[in-house]
């Protein structure tokens, strides 16, 4: 994840306060303060006031990613706090600096100082400073919650005469408990547990999303949402239809896996537990927030059908260190022609969880100085998923490193989804072959087995994007008013019913608020990347394995070791957010258009093979009803 406050420099930080806006306030937005600034602007002053805010703000921008690194590792009431003033320190001046901006709009300034200027005109703009420094100690606190919460059983308030008093379960143990189990209670239990935690929040995030209104009204922009909406070189309106139509590319092949997936479970659980049509129960797919449904693999494949050597296993057999996973995803970079990490990368990150304290755990990379400070905050177990997520966050750092040479405006992604997409897409190299080369697989694998590990990458990428499109869809209405605080889950939960096909497996609870059990809902990190990021990794990979020459399907293509393919990926990276996204895009694939087709490709083998699946299942299922 790359996170989205203040933990990178400016580039990005310009774009957290604002929630992300890309795009210049509208015209009308201009008030009256700035448009009554005395005197005629002229050129060189503009240049002059760039050049001077763009390095104020990158110091303060500095100051406050340190400070909320220190609060992620150390979670305190005083780090909260001081996190929290950085960042009221930071609006204050990106506030006062986004009014003074417009005064220069419409000078022929350079390009450079024309996007710097738009850039400048992103930030929310609470002007009363009661407010900056509510929405700086929510947004703090928020994260500092989510991070310490814990599932406390009854028990453990009340334990029985002479029983044993069973330990709190943080969200880690949880979700262990769900990507294992197979008892329908116990696997409701935890569920259940764990988002009864988020309502301790739930006005604090009703609080911090009418802050937030306020800023991005005064900014000209309707609402929080559309001012996410407009980060992405496009209108509002315009970018929810993108969304929508990328979606309608996708649908049919996660209907498909739904299909599926609702008949092999009720084939293991029974027709009382999992309905014939409908949506599946939640705490059946083997996530907390079931966005990934891989670790319900040993339930869905049909007998004979393998996802090839276990990772885990071969990891777990080697004792691999955190220290040596990582290794392993550097190797890949530098096996593209990049650079090795600094070595303050290793002396700095937090790459296992302490015995001492509670962190946050949730897998992030960090640029701390805009130069060569990156590192990464992940509590690494030696597991596939592990494995796959460090290449992912290695992925961000090396993006931080190709930009670090512009100036700090520009070192950002070209658009966020850019940013989650970099070790997404080195990831989907991650094959066979790759871990043949590395030495971590001894075997060639059966070309005839070759439906397993596609299905279950599917398990993991496929079954993601309606919830990815999902969660940005709920905090649209939210922040558009459509819903308030009173219906917050019932509308969670129409759109994941809608999108996911997925059902809450209890009533829902007046006060709940399911949504905030999600990190990135608690943290205000917008989602929509996630999904893009979703459908640009394919769209990458795929144009990156055509320049390594590489003829064969998709799903078997690795760029390791490729320094041709890492030369294009690398244009494309050091570019950072100085040029539209779409001329980005087409550096390394050569359309300015984000398309899913390519997703498409890689999965058609199991697409056709799972609607030969469900027609037969059908048959079964309709003697199970008898």
């Avoid at 993601?464 to 219906?487: E, H, S, T």
């Avoid at 829902?508 to 999904?531: C, E, I, L, N, W």
Wanted: proline share 6%.
């Amino acid at each position: 994840m790359r996170p989205i406050l203040q933990r990178r420099p400016i580039g990005a930080l310009v774009a957290a306060m604002c929630a992300g806006a890309l795009c210049a306030a509208p015209a009308h937005a201009v008030t009256k303060k700035a448009a009554t600034a005395a005197g005629k602007p002229t050129v060189a002053e503009a240049e002059r006031f760039v050049a001077e805010s763009e390095q104020k703000l990158d110091r303060l921008a500095l100051d406050a990613g340190r400070a909320e690194w220190v609060a992620e590792n150390f979670i305190t009431l005083d780090t909260e706090t001081l996190t929290a003033q950085a960042n009221e320190q930071f609006l204050t001046l990106s506030g006062d600096i986004a009014l003074k901006a417009r005064r220069y709009n419409g000078l022929k300034v350079s390009d450079a100082s024309a996007r710097k200027l738009m850039l400048l005109q992103q930030s929310l703009n609470l002007e009363n400073a009661e407010d900056r420094a509510a929405y700086a100690r929510l947004a703090a606190s928020m994260t500092g919650a989510y991070g310490k919460a814990k599932y406390c059983p009854a028990s453990v308030a009340n334990p029985s005469a002479g029983a044993a008093k069973p330990d709190c379960m943080p969200l880690g143990e949880l979700e262990k408990v769900l990507a294992t189990s197979h008892d329908p209670a116990r696997l409701k239990e935890v569920w259940t547990g764990w988002h009864a935690q988020s309502p301790a929040y739930k006005q604090d995030y009703a609080k911090y999303v009418e802050l937030s209104n306020k800023g991005a009204r005064a900014m000209g922009y309707a609402d929080t949402g559309a001012l996410w909406r407009s980060r992405y070189d496009m209108a509002p309106d315009a970018f929810s239809g993108e969304m929508e139509r990328l979606w309608q590319q996708v649908k049919p092949l996660y209907d498909s896996l739904h299909t599926y997936t609702r008949y092999k479970l009720r084939q293991a659980y029974g027709p009382d537990v999992v309905p014939a049509d409908g949506p599946i129960p939640a705490h059946l797919l083997g996530n907390m927030w079931a966005q990934s449904w891989d670790n319900l693999y040993p339930i869905l494949k049909p007998a004979g059908l393998e996802k090839g050597e276990d990772l885990t296993a071969l990891l777990e057999e080697r004792k691999t260190s955190a220290v040596e996973m990582t290794r392993y995803a550097e190797g890949f970079y530098t096996s593209l022609g990049m650079r090795k990490l600094p070595e303050t990368f290793w002396e700095r990150s937090l790459l296992t969880k302490p015995r001492d304290r509670d962190v946050v755990c949730h897998a992030s990379a960090w640029d701390l100085d805009g130069k060569d400070d990156v590192r990464v905050k992940m509590c690494i177990t030696p597991t596939a998923e592990d494995f796959r997520t460090i290449h992912h966050e290695l992925g961000h750092l090396y993006y931080d490193l190709a930009y670090s040479v512009q100036s700090p405006l520009f070192k950002n992604g070209a658009n966020d989804g850019f940013h989650e997409a970099i070790g997404d897409t080195v990831a989907l190299s991650i094959t066979p072959a790759y871990l043949k080369k590395v030495g971590l697989m001894k075997t060639d694998p059966d070309p005839k087995q070759e439906i397993g590990p596609l299905l279950y990458t599917a398990l993991q990428k496929i079954a993601f994007m309606p919830f990815a499109y999902k969660v940005d869809k709920w905090r649209w209405q939210v922040y558009g008013g459509q819903v308030k605080p009173a219906d917050y889950d019932k509308a969670w939960w129409a759109l994941t019913e809608q999108y996911q096909g997925v059902a809450r497996p209890a009533p829902m609870q007046d006060g709940g608020f399911d949504a905030g059990a999600k990190f990135h809902v608690a943290s205000d990190t917008p989602y929509a990347r996630y999904f893009l990021a979703h459908v640009l990794q394919f769209q990458f990979h795929r144009a990156l394995c055509q320049e390594a020459g590489d003829t064969g399907p998709l799903y078997r293509c690795s760029i390791y070791g490729n320094q041709k393919a890492g030369a294009k990926f690398q244009q494309m990276l050091a570019m950072g957010t100085s040029k539209p996204w779409p001329e980005a895009l087409k550096v390394v694939t050569g359309s300015d258009k984000m398309d899913a087709t390519a997703m498409l490709e890689y999965f058609a083998p199991l697409k056709t093979w799972l609607d030969e699946q469900n027609k037969q299942l059908a048959v079964e299922d309709a003697k199970l009803k008898r």
